[in-house]
């Protein structure tokens, strides 16, 4: 299993782009570099296996487009959608699909894409309906995990980085559907999202 890199770690010199950002957690370049390490990994974990990449809407739709592509082995691409969080920037604990995917899952070997695990709720939802599909395996990868705010115990087989408990955005994560453009993960201004 890969570990997580900590961004305390590391140090962007970077300024965001927007004043809603306080600060670049991760840079694009830090991202693709992981994004790619990701994908060596699961191509080498499921060589033979033809998987189904499941990329949850919208928030893990930047994430999937490039971790496809750094994918070397044949697999296919769905998507799934379920209830977000709206406006608000905590979890409801409220999950329920909007779109189910294209095609059946029974017998696949399943990997869900993920923008970040918060609470995780939401993937503990998605894991029990995968697995009532009578899929061959299911496991995760997130590109962000924010542990400390864990609600429910729930495995994240791949992981890109581990967060603090601070709202992120851009890279296709939002607050309020805006932002996921930022080709960087950026920490939200208190202010903006009326928390902390
Ligand atoms: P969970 O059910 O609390 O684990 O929430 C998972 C979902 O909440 C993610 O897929 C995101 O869409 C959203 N989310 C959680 N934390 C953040 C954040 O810091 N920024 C943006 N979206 C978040």
């Known amino acids: 299993m890969l570990h ?21 957690l991760l840079s694009a370049e830090q991202i693709q570099k992981r994004v790619a390490e990701l994908g060596a ?37 769905d998507y799934v959608a379920i209830s977000s969080y709206g406006k608000k920037s905590r979890s409801s604990g409220v ?25 995780g709720l939401t993937l503990n939802y998605l894991l029990d309906i995968m697995r009532n599909r009578n899929v061959a395996s299911v496991r995760v990868c997130a590109l962000l995990d924010k542990p400390s705010r864990r609600m429910t115990s729930v495995n994240v087989d791949y ?19 805006r932002y996921r453009n930022l080709p960087y993960v950026g920490i939200l201004r ?7």
């Open 159 to 177: 992981i890109g980085y581990e967060v603090p408990d601070e709202f992120v955005v851009g890279y296709g994560l939002d607050f309020a559907q």
């Open 95 to 119: 999950v329920r699909i909007v779109k189910d995917l294209d095609e059946s899952v029974e017998s696949r070997h399943v990997l869900i894409i993920e923008d970040i695990v918060d609470t």
């Open 41 to 77: 990994q699961i191509s080498q974990d499921y060589e033979g296996k033809d998987p189904v990449l499941v990329g949850v809407l919208v928030g893990a739709s930047v994430f999937t487009a490039d971790l496809l592509r750094c994918i070397t082995v044949p697999c296919s691409l």
């Open 190 to 196: 208190p202010e903006v999202y009326g928390g902390k």
């Open 4 to 24: 997580p890199f900590r961004p305390e770690q590391l140090s962007p010199e970077l300024k965001p782009s927007t004043s809603d950002v306080q600060s670049v």
